[in-house]
């Protein structure tokens, strides 16, 4: 097997997937029309509300949604082989995570662009809202610390990735003020990114300088300025700072797997990796279950993800100019996610075998394989490090596409530049994920607490945007300062994929109550089924292997609790939202299809 081949088709089936399934969830299951104003224009406040061109908005949403997931789930997933994590990335994005991102950005516009535990709230009662808002606010949480210590082990003492890093601040912020003042995109695009790639490759040369030592921040540091810097990109308004940094950092990520894409046409690269591996029953050095159902709790943005439910229904509903762009925003970044996450696994199973397992297990664990590197060494010794043992999927992810890059005969000599850019190119996919999270989590805030001070319930309310968004600063601020949350990170894959459970529900619902025929509800049913239970499956596996269990390196009863009280949560929603299908169902309304924006 070769590279060339897997993202060929790979290619093919996303773009016929957009093309096809795209047109017919929107148009056929959803119903979108313009007969009513989207939200940004309805309730348009300069602030929150913003009527955004809609590649603005691809941009902003795919910068969101897109953070460590694609690029990290996969190099984790290719412990099994190539074949599982490429079949779940490809019938995963299509059938099930497009789905879901523009089945829950459409039920959030035609609640005015509310979170998707007040859309619950709406659709299927108070306790079913509860239970959501409840599972919302504990990952999104979680998400934030975990993926703001990715980026502290990217910029820690780094200070050209800091510098390329904070740099696109003042840029963005230029581009949004600009951009207000022109009505320009394609000039202030331009600005923008000529601005970025200067910031980008002038990083190297403040090594050693005044500037470079100011920038040569320890963990303690840069733990406290990442939520400051989240806190303002939670509180100004979203035209001014969130929305053209997303739209500019677009621009880096999608730049970066193009280029990536043509390396892959120029070196098409042997894929080393079998099919499967030994690993598929379990037992795994990397990750301890079985392909299944791992392999979908491991590989989630890129496949499918819960994470994206707190964009679709948090920053980029109240952004999009007309009900058409849903397709393009929703269903397609999607899918462009999933293409991110296929060239990630096709540049980890790039690598040897021994040398994957090297770099991504302990060198305990590793000596225990009966593995010998192949190529490892002088890959150490080009970047200029020692790789083994640096686990995570990051570093090799890195090693995997800089032995790509370095395959074009022109850049055979440029092996730590581009090991040290790709570093980099992470820790700004991930960053973007953090800001429009934390911006997510203040509007989390602000709709449970607003039902005790009301005030708190409007977004354009400047004090409460204040509070809400130094208290979601907080919460995952302080356990990134103090390191906390590490004993519970192994809840997130499973918390993850619980939420995107939730997203899916609400889809159900709400496309029963809208579709003109009965059986567009299986859009959302049949990957809601494939995925409610394998997330049980795996937490049940978790608890009982892992977190109760005296004997495993993960033994904690905390986080066996906290996986019981998040399964008890999905169990909770479902079946609230069965009682309301078999209404829906029996209802003789919903022969009647209704147009967006109407009473359903």
Request: neutral net charge; proline residues 5%.
């Amino acid at each position: 097997m070769n590279g060339l081949s897997i993202v060929i088709g790979a290619i093919c089936i996303l773009v016929i997937g957009y093309r096809l399934y795209g047109y017919f969830f929107t148009k056929k299951v959803l119903l979108i029309n313009e007969k009513t104003p989207t939200p940004a224009h309805e309730l348009n406040d300069g602030q929150d509300y913003v009527p955004t061109n809609k590649w603005v908005a691809f941009g902003h949403h795919f910068a969101a949604i897109a953070a460590a997931g694609p690029l990290v789930g996969p190099v984790l997933a290719a412990q099994f082989g190539y074949l599982p994590g490429l079949l779940w990335l490809l019938i995963g994005a299509v059938i099930g995570g497009a789905v879901h991102d523009a089945v829950v950005l459409f039920a959030s516009m035609r609640k005015k662009g509310k979170s998707l535990s007040e859309v619950m709230k709406e659709e299927l009662g108070p306790v079913a809202g509860f239970c959501t808002g409840l599972a919302m606010l504990f990952i999104i949480t979680i998400t934030m610390a975990g993926l703001s210590m990715v980026v502290l082990g990217a910029l820690e003492r780094n200070p050209w990735g800091t510098f390329a890093v904070g740099i696109t601040i003042p840029i963005a912020m230029l581009v949004g003020i600009a951009y207000k003042k022109t009505g320009n995109l394609i000039v202030t695009s331009t600005i923008g990114f000529i601005l970025l790639m200067i910031g980008v490759f002038a990083g190297p040369y403040i090594q050693g300088t005044v500037l470079g030592d100011w920038l040569t921040l320890d963990r303690q540091t840069l733990a406290l300025i990442l939520p400051i810097y989240a806190f303002f990109a939670a509180a100004l308004p979203v035209w001014f700072l969130l929305a053209p940094r997303d739209y500019l950092s677009s621009f880096m990520k999608i730049g970066v797997f193009i280029a990536l894409i043509i390396g892959v046409f120029f070196v098409n690269p042997v894929i080393h990796f079998p099919a499967v591996t030994e690993f598929i029953h379990g037992g795994g050095p990397i990750i301890a279950g079985p392909v299944w159902p791992f392999v979908s709790i491991t590989i989630a943005c890129g496949a499918i993800s819960g994470f994206h439910a707190f964009i679709g229904s948090g920053t980029t509903p109240k952004m999009l100019d007309k009900w058409e762009d849903i397709r393009v925003v929703g269903f397609g970044a999607m899918l462009v996610e999933s293409l991110v996450g296929v060239m990630a696994l096709v540049a980890a199973t790039s690598l040897h075998p021994a040398d994957y397992f090297a770099i991504n297990a302990a060198p305990a664990v590793f000596a225990t394989l009966g593995m010998e590197v192949v190529n490892l060494p002088q890959l150490s010794q080009a970047i200029g490090i020692d790789l083994e043992g640096r686990t995570g999927g990051a570093v090799s992810l890195a090693v995997g596409m800089t032995q790509i890059f370095t395959g074009v005969p022109w850049f055979t000599e440029m092996s730590g530049y581009f090991y040290q850019f790709v570093i980099m190119f992470e820790a700004v996919f991930i960053l973007t994920a953090i800001d429009a999270g934390t911006r997510v989590a203040r509007y989390l805030i602000q709709d449970f607490l607003g039902d005790v001070i009301k005030p708190l319930k409007r977004t354009d309310w400047l004090p409460g945007t204040i509070i809400a968004s130094a208290l979601a600063c907080f919460m995952w601020g302080y356990l990134l300062y103090t390191g906390e949350i590490g004993p519970i990170w192994a809840l997130f894959g499973v918390s993850n994929q619980l939420m995107a459970s939730i997203g899916l529900v609400i889809g159900a619902t709400v496309v029963l109550k809208i579709a003109t025929k009965r059986i567009y509800v299986l859009t959302c049913i049949i990957p809601l089924v494939y995925l409610y239970i394998s997330v049980n499956v795996a937490g049940i596996w978790m608890i009982k292997n892992v977190y109760w269990n005296p004997a495993a390196s993960g033994y904690s009863v905390l986080n066996g609790v906290l996986s019981v009280i998040m399964l008890i949560l999905g169990v909770v929603v479902v079946i609230t939202a069965i009682k309301s299908w078999i209404n829906l169902w029996n209802s003789p309304r919903f022969v009647k299809g209704k147009a967006v924006g109407e009473a359903v």
